[in-house]
Nanobody, 123 residues
Framework: VQLQASGGGLVQAGGSLRLSCAAS????????MGWFRQAPGKEREFVAA????????YYADSVKGRFTISRDSAKNTVYLEMNSLKPEDTAVYYC?????????????????WGQGTQVTVSS
């Protein structure tokens, strides 16, 4: 599967953005999907993940209550709705996919990666 992330940009603290990740291929519904982010000088970290049917959803503690992950199988797209953004949310955001049933929380759990989209939150 090929992944294309979009929707990043510059936003003021307290603002919102919605990231999208479009997947190619006809087997999108068979993949666990996740979002990670990497801030300058830091390691890539888990943000959120969603199971194939959208029932199992997990968030990093740092974004819980502010971010929402969702997926639309008809559009082969996974979304990350980000509200109440903080300067510490500034990072390159990546979508990723697992060809399997288990939810992943580490980079190495994921088989496929998108190219990343920059999110910058100004104070």
């Amino acid at each position: 599967v090929q992944l294309q992330a979009s929707g990043g940009g510059l936003v003021q603290a307290g603002g919102s953005l919605r990231l999208s990740c479009a997947a190619s291929g006809r087997t999108f519904s068979s993949y666990v999907m996740g979002w990670f982010r990497q801030a300058p000088g830091k390691e890539r970290e888990f943000v959120a993940a969603i199971s194939q049917n959208g029932v199992r959803i997990y968030y990093a503690d740092s974004v819980k209550g502010r971010f929402t992950i969702s997926r639309d199988s008809a559009k082969n797209t996974v979304y990350l709705e980000m509200n109440s953004l903080k300067p510490e949310d500034t990072a390159v955001y990546y979508c990723a996919a697992i060809n399997g049933l288990r939810i992943g929380f580490k980079e190495t759990d994921y088989n496929y990666w998108g190219q990343g989209t920059q999110v910058t939150v100004s104070s």
